[in-house]
C-alpha cells in the first residue's frame, strides 16, 4: 500500500534527475509519463502499448509479469535463476516460450553485460538494487528498480511488485495480489483463531547441501510466514541467512521442518543423508519435514503465489484446523482466479508431495 | 683525514668486540687491520662504514662524522652471494649510485668511469659477464672495480686478496697503494698476511680484545708482537734476489708442528 | 643432551595442551549437555552402558563433537606440519602447504565432485584427493631436472599447476547450477569443520598420520635440505630424493586435509613461524612442535567457531581473528632471528 | 650503448603491441559494430560529428569499450610494475603486489563501502582506496626499525595485516544482507571490467600513472635494493628510504587497482617472471616492459573475458587460462637464470 | 687411491674449462690444486666431488667412480651464507648424515664424533653459537669440522685458508697433514699460497687452460713454471733461522711495480 500512495504522488512529480538522452530519442513526450519505481527513483515510460520487449533481470519478479502480461511473448530476457525454482509443468503453460527466453546476458547471474543488454534491444528492463544497476543505466533505455530497501516481508513486497507492473503495463483487473493476500490474510487468520495452546517451533531450511546446513534467521522472509502460519521461528536467534551444524539444529529441535531448496525432505525423512542423522530430531519422528512447494515460482520467496503460502503452512502444521483437501481446493480455485488455469487434482498432488532427489 | 678516537662496540652489551680504539690515518696512507680471526676486524671496518654504530667515541673523515661522510667512503665486503645475476659492468655502475638523484639512471659518464675501473684492476674483459657465473677471485676484483668506480676518499676492503691467485694479489696491492699515493686518498683494509702488510701498509693496527697496537708495519709486527696476539713464532727475513733487497716476513713453525696441532696458543692472549 | 631433555618437556608440554584442550571441547557445544552428564555418558561407554534419557547427548558427544574435535586435531596438526617442512624445504617463508597445487588441485576435485553428483559424498572426497595428488606430479614433472636452482623452479612450476587448476576451479563454479551447487561449492571451499563425522575421520586418519609421521621421521634431514642442494649434495645426502620424499608426504597430507575440511589457509603458513620464534629453527624440534600446537590451535578455533553464535563462524575468520593478535604477540617479542 | 639501443627498440615494439592490442579490442565486442562503422564513428569523433543512425554504437564504442580497456591497460600495467618492483625490493619471486596487505585492505573497505551505503559508488571506491593505504602504513608501522632481517621483517608484518583484513572481510560478508550486498560483495572481490565507464576511469587515472611514472624512476635504484641492505648502504645508499618510496608507490598503484577491479591476481605475480626471462633482471628494462607487457596482456585477457561468451567469463579464469600456458612456454625456455 | 684419468669439463658447449686432467693420488698424500683465478680450480673439485659430471674421462676413488664413491669424500666449499642460523655443533653433526638412515637423527655418537672434530679444529668453545654469528674465519673452521665429522677417505677443499688468520692457516694446514698419514685418507686442496704447498703438500697440480703440471711441489713450482701459469718471477729461498731450515717462497714483483699495474701480463699464458 506504501508502495502505491508513492507511486500516486509521484506521478505528479517532474523528473528532474532525468538525463535528457535517456529520454527524449526514445519517447515521444506527449506519450511520456512517469512512474517511481521501488527503490524511489522517477522514470519516464512510453505507453504501454510501446513496452514490446522487457528484460527482467531479478529471478522471481518474473511471476508478477506472468500473471499480468496478456502476452508472454513480450519477455525476452530473464535470469536463469526464475525457471529454476519453478515447476516445469507449470511454467510450460504459462510461458510456452521460456525455453527460448535469452538469460544469457547476465554475468555470473548477478550483473548485466551492457553490450549483451543493447543487442537485446528491450523497451524496458526490471532491476534489483543498485547493485544490479552499473550495466544497464544510461543507456536511453528505462530501467525498473524491484527492491524494496530492507523489507522483509514477502506480502508487502509481492504486493508491491505486482502493483507497479499493474501500473507500468496498464492492466487493470478485478483480482489484483493485495486483494488476494486479503482474503488469504482473512482465511489464515479464521483458522488459527480457534487454535489454543504454546505456537508450535519449526525451521525455515533454506538448504542442505554438500554437508552445508543453511536456515533462514530473524529479519528473512521466514518472520513472515511463520507468523502468518501461527509459528515461531525456531532460528530467530541466528540474524539473516545462516549455515549452522547439526548439533545447533538438536539444540533447537524444532516441530517442523521447511525446505526451500538442496536435498529434499523425502531423503531426510529417510535419513539418507550422507554425514548426517536426522532420526534423533522430533521432526524426523513425526515425519514433519516438508518441501516447500514450487509452482511458478518456489513458495518460500515472494511471488505471485505468495498468498497461498501462509495457507500450506497452516495446512501442514494444523491439519486439524486447515486440511490438505481443503488446501488443494483453495489452490485450485486461486489459480483459476488469478491466472485462469485449471489444474487437476493428481498435479495439484504432485506438488504439493515435495521434490525428487535431483540427480 | 680518518680519526678514529675511543670506539667502542660491541654486539651484546656484555661483552665488547672493540675496546677504545684511536688512531689517525693521513690522507695518502694506507691503514693495515691484523688480528687473529673473531677479534673484530670486519667489525671495525663496518664501524668506520657506518653500517654498525660506535657505541661511545666516533671516527671522523675530513672532519665529519664518518656516518654522514658516507658518500666518500668504498667498501669492498668480506662475504658474497647475488639472487640476481648482473652482468659485471652494471655491478661496478652501482658504484655511482650515491653520486647520483633517486630518480636518476646512470648516464654515459658513469658508465665510462666504471669501464675505467674495471680496466685499473684488470678484468675489463669480463664486462658482460654476469656476476653468478665467476670464480671468486673473478667477482672480488668486480668488488673492488665497483668500490672504485665510486671515487672514494676513503677506501675500505675487508681482505682484498683473499680468493686472488698471487699474481692478482700483487695487482691489487699495487693499484691500492697507487690509487691512494695519486688520488690523496686514505685506504683501510684487513689483512691476514704480514708480507701484504709490510709490502703496502704506511700503518699497521694489531687488534685485540683489550688491547690494540698501532704504528708502522716493521714496528707493530715484531717477534714479541706477534707471539703475542697470534701465538705464533716469526722473524722478518731479508734476502737479496737479483740486486734487490727483499723483507718477508717468515713463520717459524716448529714450535708448532712439534705440539699437538689444535692445541692452546701457548703464548698467545696478552694480559689485558 | 641437556638442550634434547629441555625439548622433550617442551613436546610433552604441548601434548598435555593439545590434550587438555580436546577434552574441554568435548564438553562445550550449542546443545547444552550438563558437565556431569558428559562424565556420566564417558563412564557409560566405558563400561559399554547406555542411558535412554541422554540418547541425543550421547550422539551429539560421540557422533557430534567427538570426530569434528578429532578432524580438528589432526588437519591442524598436518597443515602446520607441512608448511613448517616446506619451508624448510624451499628456504622460503612465504611457503604455504599449498604452494605446490596441492589446495587448488583438491579443491578443483572437489568442485568437480559437487558438479557432477551434486552432493559431498564419497566421490567428491576420493576426486578430491586424487587431484590434490595429480597437481602435485603435474608439479613435479613440470620441474626440470637439470635446472640450476632447483627450488625456484618447484616454485614457479607450483605457480603454473595452481593457477591451472585454480582456473578450473572457477570454470566449474561458472558452469555449476547457481541455486544448489555453487553455494556448495562456494562454502566446500571456504573451509568448515561443520558436520563433520566418523567416515570422514576415517577417509583422513590414515593419510595424514602416515603423512606426519614420515615428516617426523625425516625432520633432521629437512635440516640439511635448507641448507641448500649443493650443500646438501656435498654432505654426501641425495637431496631430490629427501626432497621429493618429503613432498610426497606432505602432499598425503594437504589433500586429505582438504579432502576432510576445504581449504583451510594461513595456519600452515603461520603456525611455524610462531614454533620458530618459540622453540628455534631446527626442523628437529620444528616438525614436531608444529604439529602439536597446530593441532591444538586448530581445536581451539572450532570450538570457538561451534560455540560463540548459533550460526557457525567460518573457520576463516576465527583462524585469522584469533591468530593474527597471537602472531603479532610472538613477532613483536622476536630477536630478528628469522 | 648498445644494450640501451637494444632495450629501446624492445620497448618501442612492446609499445606498439599494446597501442594494437587496444585498438583491436575496441572492435570486438558482443554487440555486432561492422569495422567500417568503427572507423566512421571514429572519424565522426575527430570531426565532432554525431551520426544518429549509428547512436548505439557510438555508445558501446566510446562509453562502454574505450572506458573498459584503457582501464584494463592501467590496471594490467599497474599490477605488473608493481610486482616487478616488490620482487626485487623483496628479494623473493614469491612476492605479489598485495603482500603488504593492500589488496585485502582494499578490499575490506570495498566490501564495508557495500555493506553502509549498500552500493559500489563513490563512498565505497574512496573507502577501498583509503583502507589500501592504512593497511600498509599498519604494516610499516609494525616493522621494527631495527629489525636485522629487514625484508622479512615486513613480510611477515604484511602477513599479519593481510589475514586481519582478510577475517575483518569474511566477518563483513557474514554479517551482510545475503540478498543484495554479499552477492555484490563476492562480485566486487572476484574482480571483473565488467560496466566500467569513465568515472571509473577518472578515479584510478592519476594514481596509477602517478605510480607507476615513480616506480620507473626509482627503477635502477631497485637494482640496488636487491643486492640486499647491507650491501646497498655500503654503496652510499639509504636503501630503507628508497624502499619506503617504492613501498608508497606500489600501494597507491595497487589500491587503485583494485579499487577499479576488485583484487585480480596472478598478473602481478607471474608477468615479471615472463619479463624477467624475457628481458632480464635488470629493473631499468624489467619495469617498462613489466608494465607494457602486463597492459597488452590484461587487453587481450579482457577482450576475450568479453567476448567469447555473452555473460562474461570471470577475468580471474580466464588470467590464468591464458596465462598459465603462456608462462609454462616461457618457463621451459628458461635456462635456469631466475 | 684417487685416479683421474682425461676429465675435461666445461660450463658451456663452446669452452672446455679442464681439458685432458689426469693424475693418481695415493693415500696419504695431499694434492695441492694451484692456478691464476678462474682458471678451474674449483670446478675441478666439483667435478670430483661429483656436483658437476665430467664431460669425459673419469675419476675413481678406491676403484669406483667417485661420484658413487661419494660418501668418503668431505668437502670443504669455498664461500658460505646461511639462512637458517643453526648452531655450530648442529652444523657439524650434519657431516654425519650421510652414514644416518634417512629416517634416523644423530646419536650420542655423532655428537661426540662432532665434537671431536670441533676440538680437532680448536674451537670447541663455539660449539653452542649460531653460525649467522660467525666471522668469516670461524665459519671457514667450522666448515672444516663439518667436513671431519664425515670420517672421509678423501678430503676435498676449497681454499681453505682464506679467511684464516696465519695461526689458523697452521693450524688447518697441520691437521689436514696429519689426518692424512694417520687416518690413512688423501686430500685434495684448492691454494693460492705456494707456501702452503710446499709445506704440506706432496703434490702439485698446476692448471692451466690447456695444459697442467702435475708433480712434486719443490719440481713443478719452479721459476719457469710460475712465471708460465702466473706471470710472476719468484724463488723459493731457503734460510736457517733458530738453527732450522726454512724454505719460502718468495714473489720478485719488481718487474710488476715498474711496469703499469694492471697491465696485460707480460710473460703469462704459455701457448698451447
Ligand atoms: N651479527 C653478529 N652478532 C653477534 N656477534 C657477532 C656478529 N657478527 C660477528 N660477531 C662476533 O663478533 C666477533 C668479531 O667478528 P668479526 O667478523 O669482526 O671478526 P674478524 O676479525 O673480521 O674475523 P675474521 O678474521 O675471521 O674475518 C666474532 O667473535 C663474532 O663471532
Ligand atoms: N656456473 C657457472 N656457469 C658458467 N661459467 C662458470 C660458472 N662457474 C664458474 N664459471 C667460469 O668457469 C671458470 C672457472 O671457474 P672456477 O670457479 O672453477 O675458477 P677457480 O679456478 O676456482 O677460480 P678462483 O681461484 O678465483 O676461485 C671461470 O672463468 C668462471 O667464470
Ligand atoms: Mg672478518
Ligand atoms: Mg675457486
Not at chain 2, 65 to 86: C, L, M, N, T, W
Not at chain 2, 126 to 150: T, Y
Not at chain 2, 174 to 191: D, F, G, Q, Y
Not at chain 3, 72 to 78: E, I, N, P, S, T
Request: charged share 20%; net charge negative; hydrophobic share 45%.
Amino acid at each position: 500500500e506504501t508502495a502505491q500512495a508513492e507511486t500516486a504522488q509521484a506521478e505528479t512529480v517532474q523528473a528532474e534527475t532525468e538525463k535528457p538522452e535517456a529520454t527524449s530519442a526514445e519517447i515521444p513526450s506527449d506519450e511520456a509519463r512517469t512512474i517511481t519505481d521501488l527503490g524511489g527513483n522517477v522514470i519516464k515510460l512510453p505507453p504501454a502499448s510501446a513496452i514490446n520487449r522487457v528484460v527482467v533481470m531479478n529471478p522471481p519478479s518474473i511471476s508478477m509479469l506472468l500473471s499480468i502480461l496478456p502476452d508472454t511473448k513480450k519477455i525476452i530476457g530473464a535470469n536463469a535463476n526464475a525457471f529454476e525454482r519453478a515447476n516445469p509443468e507449470i511454467l510450460e503453460k504459462m510461458f510456452p516460450e521460456w525455453q527460448n527466453v535469452e538469460t544469457g546476458f547476465m554475468i555470473d547471474g548477478f550483473v548485466a553485460n551492457t553490450e549483451e543488454i543493447l543487442k537485446l534491444e528491450p523497451d524496458l528492463v526490471f532491476y534489483y538494487g543498485n547493485m544490479q544497476k552499473p550495466g544497464i543505466e544510461n543507456l536511453g533505455i528505462p530501467i525498473v528498480d524491484m527492491m524494496i530497501k530492507g523489507e522483509n516481508n514477502p506480502e508487502k513486497v509481492s504486493v508491491a511488485w505486482d502493483n507497479l507492473m499493474r501500473e507500468i503495463f496498464e492492466v487493470e483487473a478485478s483480482t489484483t495480489l493485495a486483494k488476494e493476500w486479503e482474503m488469504s490474510n482473512d482465511k489464515a487468520q479464521k483458522a488459527l483463531s480457534t487454535y489454543e495452546g504454546e505456537a508450535k517451533s519449526a525451521i525455515y531450511l533454506l538448504s542442505n547441501m554438500g554437508g552445508v546446513i543453511t536456515v533462514f534467521g530473524s529479519g528473512t522472509y521466514a518472520d513472515t510466514w511463520f507468523e502468518k502460519g501461527g509459528l515461531v521461528n525456531a532460528a530467530s536467534d541466528v540474524k539473516g541467512q545462516s549455515e549452522v551444524s547439526m548439533e545447533q539444529m538438536h539444540e533447537w529441535d524444532p516441530d517442523y521442518i521447511f525446505v526451500f531448496k538442496g536435498t529434499p525432505a523425502s531423503v531426510m525423512l529417510a535419513n539418507q543423508v550422507k554425514g548426517q542423522d536426522w532420526s534423533l530430531l522430533s521432526a524426523y519422528e513425526h515425519e514433519a519435514i516438508f518441501d516447500i512447494p514450487q509452482t511458478i515460482f518456489s513458495w518460500g520467496a515472494p511471488c505471485s503465489d505468495s498468498p497461498l503460502m501462509p495457507l500450506w503452512l497452516i495446512s501442514k502444521s494444523h491439519p486439524d484446523l486447515l486440511d490438505e483437501d481443503e488446501f488443494s481446493k483453495l489452490f485450485k480455485a486461486y489459480y483459476e482466479r488469478v491466472y485462469d488455469i485449471e489444474l487437476d487434482d493428481e498435479f495439484i498432488q504432485s506438488i504439493l508431495n515435495g521434490r525428487e532427489e535431483t540427480k | 683525514m680518518l680519526q678514529v678516537k675511543g670506539g667502542s662496540f660491541g654486539y651484546t652489551p656484555e661483552k665488547a668486540i672493540l675496546n677504545n680504539i684511536t688512531f689517525t690515518l693521513k690522507e695518502r696512507e694506507i691503514l693495515a687491520v691484523m688480528g687473529p680471526n673473531g677479534v673484530g676486524k670486519t667489525t671495525l671496518l663496518k664501524c668506520l662504514m657506518g653500517i654498525l654504530k660506535w657505541q661511545s667515541g666516533h671516527s671522523k673523515l675530513d672532519g665529519k662524522d664518518s656516518s654522514e661522510a658516507r658518500i666518500k667512503i668504498g667498501y669492498v665486503p668480506q662475504a658474497h652471494q647475488f639472487s640476481f645475476p648482473y652482468s659485471v659492468l652494471d655491478m661496478v655502475v652501482f658504484g655511482r649510485a650515491k653520486y647520483m638523484s633517486v630518480f636518476a639512471t646512470p648516464g654515459k659518464e658513469d658508465y665510462r668511469i666504471a669501464k675505467e675501473a674495471l680496466e685499473e684492476v684488470g678484468i675489463l674483459h669480463l664486462s658482460d659477464k654476469s656476476c653468478n657465473r665467476l670464480s671468486g677471485g673473478q667477482l672480488q676484483m668486480v668488488l673492488i672495480a665497483r668500490a672504485l668506480a665510486g671515487e672514494p676518499r676513503l677506501l675500505i676492503l675487508d681482505e682484498p686478496e683473499s680468493h686472488l691467485d698471487f699474481y692478482n694479489q700483487l695487482t691489487i696491492l699495487e693499484i691500492i697503494k697507487r690509487l691512494t699515493k695519486e688520488k690523496k686518498i686514505a685506504c683501510v683494509m684487513n689483512t691476514h698476511y704480514p708480507n701484504h702488510a709490510i709490502k703496502v701498509a704506511d700503518q699497521v693496527l694489531l687488534l685485540n680484545d683489550c688491547k690494540s697496537v698501532f704504528g708502522k708495519p716493521i714496528e707493530v709486527l715484531t717477534q714479541e708482537n706477534v707471539r703475542a696476539y697470534f701465538g705464533v713464532d716469526s722473524a722478518i727475513v731479508r734476502t737479496r734476489i737479483l740486486g734487490k733487497e727483499i723483507s718477508t716476513f717468515v713463520i717459524l713453525n716448529q714450535s708448532l708442528s712439534e705440539n699437538e696441532p689444535g692445541g692452546a696458543r701457548i703464548e698467545h692472549k696478552i694480559v689485558c | 643432551m641437556d638442550g634434547q631433555k629441555r625439548i622433550a618437556n617442551k613436546l610433552l608440554a604441548l601434548f598435555g595442551l593439545l590434550i587438555v584442550v580436546m577434552i574441554l571441547s568435548l564438553f562445550l557445544g550449542r546443545y547444552s549437555i550438563r558437565p556431569d552428564e558428559v562424565v556420566r555418558l564417558f563412564k557409560g561407554r566405558m563400561l559399554l552402558e547406555s542411558y535412554s534419557d541422554l540418547k541425543v547427548a550421547e550422539h551429539i558427544i560421540f557422533d557430534v563433537r567427538l570426530p569434528r574435535v578429532l578432524i580438528a586435531a589432526l588437519v591442524g596438526a598436518g597443515l602446520s606440519i607441512v608448511g613448517a617442512s616446506l619451508q624448510g624445504i624451499f628456504q622460503n617463508p612465504l611457503v604455504s602447504p599449498d604452494i605446490l597445487g596441492v589446495s587448488s588441485g583438491a579443491g578443483f576435485g572437489a568442485a568437480l565432485g559437487i558438479l557432477l553428483t551434486s552432493g559431498a559424498g564419497l566421490i567428491t572426497a576420493g576426486l578430491s584427493f586424487f587431484f590434490g595428488l595429480l597437481s602435485v606430479l603435474l608439479t613435479l614433472s613440470l620441474v626440470r631436472v637439470k635446472e640450476h636452482s632447483q627450488t625456484m623452479s618447484y616454485i614457479l612450476a607450483g605457480i603454473i599447476v595452481t593457477s591451472v587448476f585454480t582456473a578450473l576451479t572457477s570454470l566449474i563454479k561458472y558452469v555449476a547450477d547457481t541455486e544448489d551447487q555453487l553455494p556448495s561449492i562456494i562454502f566446500w571451499l571456504m573451509g568448515s569443520f561443520a558436520n563433520k563425522n566418523f567416515d570422514d575421520l576415517q577417509l583422513i586418519i590414515a593419510p595424514i598420520l602416515i603423512g606426519i609421521l614420515g615428516l617426523t621421521a625425516l625432520r633432521w634431514r629437512l635440516n640439511i635440505l635448507s641448507l641448500g642442494d649443493e650443500e646438501a649434495f656435498s654432505l654426501g645426502i641425495n637431496p631430490k630424493r629427501i626432497r621429493i620424499a618429503a613432498i610426497l608426504f606432505s602432499t598425503v597430507i594437504t589433500a586429505a586435509c582438504v579432502m576432510a575440511s576445504g581449504i583451510i589457509g594461513w595456519v600452515g603458513l603461520v603456525i611455524p613461524h610462531i614454533c620458530r620464534q618459540l622453540f628455534g629453527v631446527e626442523h628437529d624440534t620444528l616438525l614436531p612442535t608444529s604439529s602439536l600446537l597446530g593441532a591444538s590451535f586448530m581445536v581451539i578455533v572450532d570450538c570457538a567457531a561451534r560455540n560463540l553464535t548459533s550460526a557457525e563462524i567460518p573457520i576463516g575468520i576465527l583462524t585469522a581473528l584469533i591468530g593474527a593478535p597471537f602472531f603479532a604477540l610472538i613477532y613483536s617479542r622476536m630477536k630478528g632471528e628469522v
